[in-house]
Every structure is written in C-alpha cells, then in structure tokens.
C-alpha cells in the first residue's frame, strides 16, 4: 500500500486561508482584492488569495525549519535522495548552486550539449571548463551525449578534474551511455552534477531509463514543471545521501528570490506528493497508450515516423515525430493553425511533443488524429528531404578557442553582420531556443560551418553577431 504523504505546507496555507486574513502586507493584490479586471474575470480572486508571503506559520524558504523543510525532506524520500531544496526560479538557480557549491575555481569535464544556464553558473563559479567531445546520430545529427570510452579517455589526460557535468535526458529524451558515465566517475572519485530538468519522472517506473541520481549521481537538478503536473518556474535539487561535498543551500539562498512564491512551493509540494503515490500506476498506463500510438503512426502514415531506438535508452514520453515532406516549421505550423496544437519545440526533420505523465487513451487519440491529418497534408507536398539542412545545431568537434570563457565574457565587444563573422571571435552565446544549447560560447572562433549552421537554422546573413573587438 502506498504511504499517505502529508501536504504539509499546504495544511499551513489552508489554516490560514480559512482566517480569511485581513492583508496589511505584500504583495500589492491583498489576497485578491486588488486584481485588474481581466484576471479578476478569468480567475475570481480564489487562486490569488493563497498567494501568501512569509506570515507567522508558514515558514521562510531561505531559513526553512517548520512546514517548508518538513515538505522538502518528504519530497526527498520520495525521490529517493538525502536532501530536496525547492527551486521557485526555475532549474537555473538549482544548478548555479551546485556547480559554485562544488566546482569553485576548479576544473570541471562540461558535455557540449549542455544548456547555457550551465555556461552562466561555469562563470559564477570561476570554473574551468574541459569539454567534452559528443557522439552525434548520423542521420539526424541530434546529440547521442557522450559515451564512457570518451570519459575514460579525457579522465587520464585530465586526471586532476575531479567533477562532471551530464545531461540526462537530452532534450529529444536520450540517455545512451549516462549511466556507465556516472558508474565510471565515481569509480574515479569525481563528483557528479546532473542537468535532468527533462528526466523528474524517471525514478517512478522500472521501464523508464534510469535517473542519474538512482545511478549515483551527486547533486541532480530537475525542472518539475516540465514533466511533472507543478506550476511553470517550479524546480527541485536533489542531492544524494552519499554527497560529502559543500552544501549548496548557502549559494541557493544568495541566489533565489527573498520573495518565493507559495503558489509555486505548494505545486511543488503536491507534485511531489502525486508522483509518490500515483505516479506508478498512471505511467504504467501512460506507457501502453504512447507505444499503442508508436504503432499507429507506424501502420497508418505515410510520410511521419516516430525517432525511436532502443539502444539510445529513450525516454518514452518524448514524442519526437520526422516526416519525410515537411520541415519541423511546417509541421509546427500546421498543427497550430488547424488543431490548436502545440509542440515544445521543432527542427528542420521534425517536431518534439512531451507527453504527459498521465497520457491516456483519449489525450494520445487526439494526438493520433492531428497527425494522421499532417500526414494526409504532406503527402501532396513534393518532397524536398534531399534539400533540408541539417537538422540539429551542433557541431562534432570541440571549436577552437582563442580565449577562456572567463576572460572572453567580459572583454570589449562590438557587432557586426554574420556575412562578415567568419574567422572572428564569438563575444555572445550562439544558440537558438528552444533548446537553448549554445553552439558556441564566448572566446571561440566563428568558422564558415558554424556561419552555414546559424543560416540553416533560420538565420540570415544581414543579421548582427556579437564578437570581440580586434
């Protein structure tokens, strides 16, 4: 039988809700009172009348010892971790902290798929990045993550670096080899930090690849409002029993707001408490009508064909569909305008669905139906597949730098038009987002690939790029 969690923050909140309390405190909308007329219309002021700050009873995020860390240390049992710290900001902050927590001043082995909110906490922590090289499908060109045999490698020509950045899953829901990954590195005493702001609901279902933090990771960042049923912004860190390292809750609190949401906190809290006790047998569902749907696009369409191979250890609800007549945009497009449905994100081969937790035989239905309707579109279009670029915006090999990330973030720069920017240096982030993967990062050489691949991607070569002053 499943353990009946506490709702312990929300018990708080409901207390003194049913006061009905008089604000004479933030925020600005006094318990609803105040709010403009189009959401008063949408909402009533029920939802914002629980939009508590830090009153007498409810604790306080940054100095929790009552109903916040007593919810907190009930969601890390249910994650199976030592420590949970709620993240109101999003996954940001989550891995901010952690890398300045434990990779200060120090080297740290960086994959080139990570998001740039990795980038962003490398330079807060004055950490050196050693990056390292991807293994790239062949024909897709999407990003497979980096396998052990090139970790085992970089570890002997690096063997002072002694932590590890992964991403898990990638953001097509891919984990290949990243359980070897971590096996390995802690077998070298590194300390393993963990980008699964994609993975929160790996840990809940044995037919799920593996959650890193179940595979020996150290510090595990998840964006819960990604996959989980918690308000967007709601994030969670995770951090093993076994970590010895510094504590990241002293950085999280010189970086998260003073003000944190209770609305957000308190998804938090009932999100974790779902996935703890319903989770298991709604995913067990959820997996018969997603592979149910793989079969029907399979046997029924033409031009569409889900990206699925078992030897990359998908996470199964990560519907990512190709079609061999349109581009990811036109799919995208199609989709929005005719049936109001919309993708988290496309590319040039195809469009990303993320399924929910709870997919059930009439949520795959209408996504079945939408797509059969794309696929009898697209058979009248003339297939240009022999002409798209490539799909993905990334390249094989680590570009050369001219200066450290450090030292290049903060050295004058100047714009010009990407016709030009060919042998200049990158003064900004290349990325496109979604996915929000830098190409490359400030202090590395522009060459004419990444110049075609920013075009491919949309770009235009009247547009302006930052670079370095010479």
Known sequence: MTKPYIPYLWQKMEQLHRQKPVSGHTP???????LPEPLQSAWGSTFASYDFTELDGLDNLHFSTGCIAQSQQQAAEIFGAGQCFYLVNGTTAGLQASIMAACSNQSVFVPRHVHRSVYHSLLLAHAQPIYLPLELDEATSLPLGISADTLKQYMEDYPDCKHLIL????????TADNVRCVQLAKQHGLTVIVDEAHGSHLHFHDDLPQ????AGADLVVQSWHKTLPVLTQGSALLVSQDYSGPSPGPFLSLLQTTSPSYLIMASLEAG??????????HIADSLQA??????????????????????WKQDPFKLYVLSDRLSGAEMDEYLRVHHAIYSEMHDNNGILFILPVHTTEAWAETIYQALMALDRYAQKKISEAADKPAASFYCRKIPDQCYPLQEAFYKEKEQIPWRNAAGRTAGQFILRYPPGIPLLVPGEVITREIVQLWIASGGTKEELVTVLTK
Not at 294 to 310: E, F, G, K, M, Y
Request: aromatic share 10%; hydrophobic share 35%.
């Open 28 to 34: 600005g909308h006094k318990n609803g009172i105040f």
């Open 167 to 174: 991403v898990n899953p990638t953001y097509q829901g891919i």
């Open 211 to 214: 959650s890193l933090l179940d």
């Open 272 to 281: 974790s408490i779902y996935m703890g006790q319903e989770s298991q047998m």
């Open 290 to 311: 997603i592979f149910s749907l793989h079969s029907r696009i399979a046997d029924t369409c033409q031009t569409l064909r889900v990206l699925w191979n078992p030897a």
